[in-house]
């Protein structure tokens, strides 16, 4: 070995530099063999390893070596060297007897480079500097730029001394307002806000460093161009900072009117309030402010349009002859979701239509007055000369989405190869119920046809796992499995066992302890009589594999849901009998659950002909399928805290002659488990506890309810994702679906009530919903402090926007009596936040629908002072109720 590479072996890097000075490049290309041979031995080590440490003498000789600026560059920017890098300053100082045409090259490709590389600012300044280059300004080095500079801190000047010197400042300031992604480093890289970027542009833009009038262009053109929120946000306060002169507004009106179409909210209220100053100024002509009107009032934002409103409302007041280019601009809120939006338009028609001579305003306007709610159109018949509501159009009807139509499921694959394929997908990303159900009983049907097959078509599957790559001591492998018996997180993993048995990997008295135990041995939480079931199944599958191959599984559904046919398990017993096949407890259980017995008829002709086969199975199927339909145990609520909960009595039906993985289904549920240590973070798996139970909804609907709560209680995240398959599923939709559904209505995010909307829209085709007990668990949720007003509005204000008002009102009517009456009394409480919201849905509902009759405490609602929003809606929904104009 020479001298070099025990150097570079030892970690010696001094002795390294020295050993390379002075070489030329043939002689240092010699030594890259080598050094790429100890580079892929390194890979392999495990972190932590005590031969790591040589990567950065590694890392500086290689870049020394290597004489192409290409190869330099890809050896610099190694991804497996990227934390174990030698130091900027020994780079520069190595690479700094090169030509300076080559280190150029090398400092742009660097820069070049995604910044997800985390190639080092200081290697790349320092070449630049060596170079005499222009500097790069691509997204990495802009990006680690602003990063850089603004962590000086130890200089103990600011960051507005720091870009000042910056020889490339204009160049580089240049590139910020076209650079992606720089707001998160402009934020956190000054100490106080008044040393910020912000402060520093702005007084560089007065002191003459920078240009001020390319500075604002460019601020204004990255508004513009878009982007991410949070660097709009930025370059907006950048936009504030600079401080733009009423000349400078002026310049830029075709550029506020593009914002306030297209920007995000922020931008666009920015450049709205610019316009509206110019606007009362008289500085903004008629047609221009109709522009801006129709670019405003089109958007959903209801702060920009009531604002938009507002301001119209003052010009026209000031300036009348502007009435006939801005009042067809209203057209746009006639139609707006907000009907006070709809409302405040009309008003400023009826005030100021008189100034208007022209017939085409009028006419345009009236032709715009049918998308108005009901009452309003009233108005504008008397107005504006509107149609009036014919006959036909008053008559509502419901207009409900079609019910999901399930799936049939489709055969296992039929060779081992494309069974491979499929498995190598699901182990890659969970999967639907489908694809797992196939994908398992593939796995068991080829398993008895053709082990050895299928074995070595899982090979490449097989290959990436955990323990099949390097080939790891079986031992260690079966005692993970053994110890790690918490149970299945994901299918995947589910799948990992299964492929494991196949090769040989666990030990046979493993996998019988497990099927002994019932599946898990997690500890208990809400979620584990689901799980439990879950993994039950899985750990029989995997030790009848090994032990006494199933020709096919009997709980393989007929539907995505989960459905099983009768006819079909009936069948598949019968074809067991023939073949004098033991049948798997747990698949048999699961089997149970799966068939379907709300069909009276055909589970009735399929108890007779499961009889007939004389088999114990056959017999206790018979049975199964002629104790009727199943339904729910007895239920009691419970409030912890904010939340409100259900627990569930014993089904004793699901505790005789079932495995003790599926017994668990059946006892009793408490609010007071040891839920503490639920490991159950995956939910993507709840779509196959959903399976387990398809005609039992209510069984895992009152164990995911308080995971479903976190959605409106705690503001997570994607925790009502479930509540679509919930809907689709089959069974009694009772006092746990309705209050899971409460929840996802009320949740934080936008798409957790969408979904929750989406289930809402479901169960309403179906004919499941249930508004009354709904609106009764809503109003107590939003009285506990579980469900905010505001939320639950937005969620019903977008079920109503589909068509289906007179569910939506059947739901809020039960919602408002609670809520009203906390406000009824000698004591006027103050009114929940969004109560006003959500009475303004009610309205609109009540008028589409043509509602008729009395809501309990509205009328004291109605009836108190002043004009706010809660008092205005009331009056408006009393109206509706009782003399309203029908939709």
Known sequence: MSALMEAVRAGRTAE?????????????????????????????????????????????????????????????????????????????????????????????????????????????????????????????YVQAWVSHTGQLWQLGDTLFDRLRRDPHLAELMAALFETNDVAGPMEWSSKENVDGWVDAIARLSVEGALDRKRTVDACVARLLRGGSTLDQRAFLRVLKGLALTREEEREHIADWLALTSDAVPTAASHAQTVLGSLALDGELTPRRLAELSDAVLFRSEKKLVRAQLVLLGKVLAQD?????????????????????????????????????????????????????????????????????????????????????????????????????????????????????????????????????????????????????????????VDNRFSKNHHGFNTVAESLDLLLATLRGKVHTATLHNAVQHGGSRSRSCGHSPLSHAFEARVWEVAYRIRAEPLPFLLSTPSWNTGLLEPDELVARLDTYRQLDARVSAADFAQALLRVRRTDRAAAAVAAERAAALGTAEGVRLARWLSSGEPAPPTSRRRSTGARVQLEFGELVSLQADFPAGFRELGRPTTVYGERWHCFHWNRDMQRHWLAILPELRELVAVRIVREVSTAAVDDARGAAAVLALLAESDGVAGEATHLCLAYGLGARHPEDRLAAVDALLVLAARGQLDGERLGTDLGQLVRSGAVKPSRLAESMRTGAATGANTSIWGILRHALTALLADLDGDIKPTPARGLGDLLAVASECAERSGARGELPHLAQAADRTGTSRLVTQARRLRTALVAGVAA
């Open 16 to 140: 390294v530099v020295g050993l390379l000075d002075g070489l030329t490049d043939a002689e240092r290309r010699a030594f890259l063999p080598e050094l790429k041979d100890l580079r892929k031995e390194l890979r392999t080590a495990p972190w932590g390893h005590p031969s790591r440490h040589v990567y950065p003498t590694l890392h500086a000789a290689g870049a020394a070596c290597e004489t192409g600026a290409a190869a330099a560059v890809s050896w610099i920017a190694g991804s497996d060297m990227r934390w174990s890098q030698s130091s900027a300053a020994l780079l520069i100082h190595i690479l700094g007897d090169r030509d300076a045409s080559w280190l150029a090259d090398v400092t742009h490709r660097l820069a070049g480079r995604p910044a997800s590389a985390g190639v080092s600012y200081e290697l790349m300044a320092g070449l630049v500097r060596l170079s005499g280059c222009p500097v790069p300004t691509t997204e990495t």
């Open 320 to 476: 009348a002859s502007a009435a006939a280019e801005v009042l067809p601009a209203l057209a746009f809120a006639f139609g707006h979701a907000d009907t006070e939006v709809q409302e405040r338009a009309l008003k400023l028609v009826e005030r100021h239509l008189k100034k208007v001579d022209s017939s085409k305003v009028r006419a345009e306007l009236a032709s715009a007055a049918d998308q108005l709610v009901p009452a309003l159109r009233a108005r504008a018949v008397e107005t504006l000369g509107a149609a009036p509501v014919t006959a036909e159009a008053a008559v509502h009807e419901e207009v409900l989405p079609p019910p999901p139509t399930p799936v049939r499921l489709a055969p296992a694959p039929e060779s081992a190869v494309e069974l491979a394929e499929e498995v190598g997908a699901l182990m890659a990303s969970d999967s639907d119920v489908a694809a797992f159900e196939r994908a398992l009983d593939g796995l068991v049907r080829h398993a008895y046809q053709d082990r050895d097959a299928l074995v070595e078509a899982l090979g490449p599957v097989c290959a990436r796992l955990w323990w099949g790559g390097s080939d790891p001591d079986d031992v260690r």
